[in-house]
């Protein structure tokens, strides 16, 4: 994997890539000959894993940032202009996942960080390469959102309403650039084993590995899709319970398990 990139090769922007999806996104776009912009909080894990693959700083920038905190996301935008360039793909990968109780108002102060995370902090993951792509008429924008965002769950309720937000943002987003030249790309993925599912309390139909997810998010983007779900059998399930009528839907889901709230083990 230390084979230099040509000078001009495309560059991709990958945030959350210190582990599980967004590790495997970068793998993938190297495979494909990127050269690499990857951003994690976690940057000291980050540039371990990026020295185990031989990538020396042609090849792949790794920026610290906290997605929660627009500053600090936008400011790291920015120095990937500035050291790399405008890039062909930005991937808007990190996020969080943690359950809820609404009667419980520490759970508050988690859904608002998670909407900072999951929402917020995709926009302004967005902001910096807006205009500089808008102005070259070229590259793809992709927010993560997912299934949960077709149904809310029992003790989901931060993370469906976040993802939901996702796909309505980035639907609104599509549209505010359909002239551009900039593509807008929404992905939902079912359950895919990385560190943030393996928590989970429940059953995990159609589990991918990150690569494999990686894999079909790879090949969604390069076509530009505007929408697409990963699995596609995941896809089929999530719009057979968007078509159960309420009572139905509830009853189905009646005693299964929640997810985990904060501070809460397996």
């Known amino acids: 994997m230390n084979q230099r ?69 936008a400011a790291a935008g920015k120095a990937c202009l500035a050291q790399q360039g405008v890039p062909d793909v930005v991937i808007a990968n990190a996020g969080i996942s943690v359950g809820m109780d609404t009667t419980e108002r520490a759970d508050i102060d988690v859904m608002a960080k998670t909407f900072a995370t999951n929402n917020i902090g995709l926009a302004a993951t967005f902001h910096p390469f807006v205009a500089p792509m808008t102005a070259r008429g070229s590259g793809s924008l992709v927010g993560m959102a997912s299934v949960a965002a077709i149904r809310g769950l029992p003790g989901h309720g931060a993370y469906c309403a976040s993802k939901a937000a996702v796909v309505a943002y980035c639907e609104s987003l599509r549209g505010e650039l359909r002239a551009s030249g900039v593509k807008v790309v929404t992905l939902l993925p079912g359950y895919v084993d990385t560190p943030l599912t393996q928590e989970n309390r429940y059953a995990m139909p159609f589990l991918l590995s990150a690569q494999a997810f990686a894999e079909k998010a790879f090949r969604a983007i390069e ?44």
């Open 223 to 266: 076509v530009q899709t505007s929408y697409r779900v990963i699995p596609w059998q995941m896809g089929v399930v999530a719009k057979l319970l968007r078509l159960l009528p309420n009572g139905l839907f509830d009853r189905a889901l009646a005693g299964r398990a929640r997810k985990h709230r904060q501070g809460e083990g397996r």
């Open 5 to 73: 990139p040509e000078p001009t090769a495309p560059l991709a922007f990958i945030t959350g890539a210190s582990s599980g999806i967004g590790q495997a996104l970068a793998m993938r776009y190297a495979l494909a000959g990127f050269r690499l912009a990857l951003l994690a909080r976690r940057t000291t894990e980050l540039q371990a894993w990026v020295d185990e693959q031989g990538w020396d700083k042609d090849r792949c920038g790794v920026y610290h940032a906290d997605v929660a905190d627009v500053n600090s996301i």
